[in-house]
């Protein structure tokens, strides 16, 4: 494809910048709503000001760091791992384990963050490349295997059970399209197709900056946009990377 020709060099830079935006964002927002996000925390759980406190601060360094690590390319796995605990927080602390919405779109951003974790297992066994690495690899493969399977739980989110036609062509062509990313077949065709699909979705949708500040729905649209920012970043680092090892693509090298 001429377009993976173009911005090889480019891509997996603004894969990981849209992969960390909605970690990015969040920690920016616990410092400028400390107070309400401790206040609700406290509220919701009947924990304390202090174990409140702790559960913001926790939030916002564990996020802003991890994002400055990822950007930076140092210590990416272990800014991962903190990420996905962060994940494993908010879903606990939000009660987004009972909301299958919400639980789908952060499990998809946990498949954004394991992508990167094998992307970064890649850069680390560069300093050995020809050398044949099949037993050293297969984390890796399988990492992007759940990455892939993980990232399409967020389209899921996005299909209508209208009657009318084009949320009927929707459903057909979002759906043809998360089986051939999930089973990895034209992989990176249809994960770049997801992405623009997903791109004009989310622009047209989440338009938060329309909405005043002081409205909660400019805070939840936000929270939304930049969520769907991330798998967005997950899928263009699966354009960039390709499907890995266990993928159709992979096998048919084989046949």
């Known amino acids: ?13 603004v894969a990981r910048l849209c992969l960390i935006s909605t970690f990015l964002e969040d920690g920016i927002r616990m410092w400028f709503q400390w107070s309400e996000q401790r206040d609700y925390i406290d509220g919701t759980w009947n924990c304390g000001y202090f174990l409140a406190s702790i559960f913001v601060v926790i939030n916002l360094f564990g996020q802003l760091s991890g994002c400055i690590l990822v950007l930076s390319r140092n210590f990416v796995q ?47 066994k ?10 050293e690899s297969s984390p890796k493969q399988y990492m992007q295997l759940g990455g892939r399977v ?8 996005l299909l209508h059970f209208d009657m009318n036609f084009f949320s009927i062509l929707q459903n057909i062509v979002g ?24 791109f004009g979705i989310n622009i047209y949708f989440n338009a938060f900056w329309t909405i005043p500040a002081y409205k909660p729905m400019h805070d939840f649209l936000k929270y939304d946009f930049f969520q769907t920012m991330s798998v967005i970043g997950g899928l263009l680092l ?3 990377l390709g499907p890995g090892g266990v993928s159709m693509d992979e096998k048919k090298k084989e046949w």
């Not at 560069?126 to 037993?135: D, I, Y």
């Open 175 to 198: 759906t043809a399209l998360i089986i051939l990313v999930a089973i990895g077949f034209k992989t990176k065709l249809a994960a770049l197709t997801l992405v623009i699909w997903l």
């Open 78 to 124: 272990y800014a991962c791992f903190g990420l996905f605990g962060i994940i494993a927080l908010q879903t606990i602390a939000y009660s987004i384990l009972w909301d299958l919405k919400f639980l789908m779109r952060n499990l998809a951003l946990g498949g954004g963050l394991l992508l990167l974790l094998a992307e970064s297992r890649s850069e680390g």
């Open 238 to 240: 699966v354009v960039a």
């Open 126 to 135: 560069s300093m050995f490349a020809g050398v044949p690495t099949m037993r």
């Open 150 to 157: 993980l990232l399409v739980l967020m389209f899921m989110t």
């Open 1 to 13: 494809m001429q377009f993976l020709r173009v911005t090889k060099q480019y891509l997996p830079h």
